[in-house]
Each structure stands twice: as structure tokens, then as C-alpha cells.
């Protein structure tokens, strides 16, 4: 069993301004609109601390990490 990490996003909340994208690039691109896109949604190690960051600065707190499970 692996504990691994999630993103995230409430849709509604989020209000587009992108700051996630720049934190995360690797895992965050935005659409024509400004609104993230998830590459992926699991996070790996090596990109954790960068996540937090990326959940932290998100100005109405619409970005979320959460710890999963797998077997
Ligand atoms: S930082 Fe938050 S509000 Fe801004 S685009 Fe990302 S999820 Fe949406």
C-alpha cells in the first residue's frame, strides 16, 4: 500500500487567476480562459513541496491536496 497525493480543484470557487499554473507548471496549464487544467491529478515526492506552495497561494482556496491510498 502507497500513500500518495491528489490535487484538487473547486471549479466554482476558483476565479481563474492563474497563480497555481505558475507555481506548478508541471502539473498545472491553463485553458483559453485562464482556468486550470490538470495534467495529472497525483503528485509525486519529488513534487510535493511544490504543490503545498501551490495550495497555499491560491488566493480563495480552491486548490486542494489530498492524501490517497493506493494498494
Ligand atoms: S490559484 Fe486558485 S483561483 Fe487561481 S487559477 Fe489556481 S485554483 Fe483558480
Same mark, same amino acid.
Given at each position: 500500500?502507497?500513500? /500518495?497525493? +491528489?490535487? =484538487?480543484?473547486?471549479?466554482? $470557487?476558483?476565479?481563474?487567476? =492563474?497563480?497555481?499554473? &505558475?507555481?506548478? #507548471? &508541471?502539473?498545472? %496549464?491553463?485553458?483559453?480562459? =485562464?482556468? #486550470?487544467?490538470?495534467?495529472? /491529478? %497525483?503528485?509525486? &515526492? $519529488?513534487?510535493?513541496?511544490? %504543490? +503545498?506552495? %501551490?495550495? $497555499? $497561494?491560491? #488566493?480563495?482556496?480552491?486548490?486542494?491536496? &489530498? +492524501?490517497? /491510498?493506493?494498494?
Amino acid at each position: 500500500m502507497t500513500r /500518495t497525493h +491528489r490535487l =484538487g480543484i473547486d471549479r466554482i $470557487a476558483c476565479d481563474g487567476r =492563474g497563480l497555481c499554473a &505558475e507555481l506548478l #507548471p &508541471e502539473l498545472i %496549464a491553463l485553458d483559453e480562459w =485562464g482556468y #486550470p487544467i490538470l495534467h495529472d /491529478t %497525483a503528485v509525486s &515526492e $519529488a513534487l510535493l513541496t511544490h %504543490a +503545498r506552495r %501551490a495550495v $497555499a $497561494a491560491c #488566493p480563495v482556496l480552491a486548490l486542494r491536496l &489530498e +492524501r490517497a /491510498t493506493r494498494d
